[in-house]
């Protein structure tokens, strides 16, 4: 059993960065990808980007994509999320989920993703 627990949410200034983190737990963690998700009120929750854990190989949302990074220390089993030029639309609760295996889509839906954090609200500040 995974115990995903994501920090590093806030408030922050229009073009502001945060650095977000996900923290895994358990005897055995060797997850297929990583993924950070993100839901804003009264909207579905959408792909934002998924690194693989041995590889290293990252995708981003393209909404994102140049303003965001995502990384991952696998001795520390976590996964960070550096988030740079933040704008109004990127206010939203973000998860992390981890992967399992390499079976279904490319990563990018939230079904392809079996452990889940609590998630941590971004909110920026126009």
């Known amino acids: 059993q995974v115990l995903l627990v994501e920090s590093g949410g806030g408030l922050v200034q229009a073009g502001g960065s945060l650095r977000l983190s996900c923290a895994a737990s358990g005897r055995t963690f060797s997850p297929y990808a990583m993924g950070w998700f993100r839901q804003a009120p009264g909207k579905e929750r959408e792909f934002v980007a998924r690194i693989r854990w041995i590889s290293g190989m990252t995708s981003y949302a393209d909404s994102v994509k140049g303003r965001f990074t995502i990384s991952r220390d696998n001795a520390k089993k976590t996964v960070y999320l550096e988030m740079n030029s933040l704008k109004p639309e990127d206010t939203a609760v973000y998860y992390c989920?981890?992967?399992?295996?390499?079976?279904?889509?490319?990563?990018?839906?939230?079904?392809?993703?079996?452990?889940w954090g609590q998630g941590t609200q971004v909110t920026e500040l126009s």
């Open positions: 989920a981890a992967r399992s295996s390499s079976y279904g889509g490319l990563g990018v839906a939230t079904y392809e993703y079996g452990s």
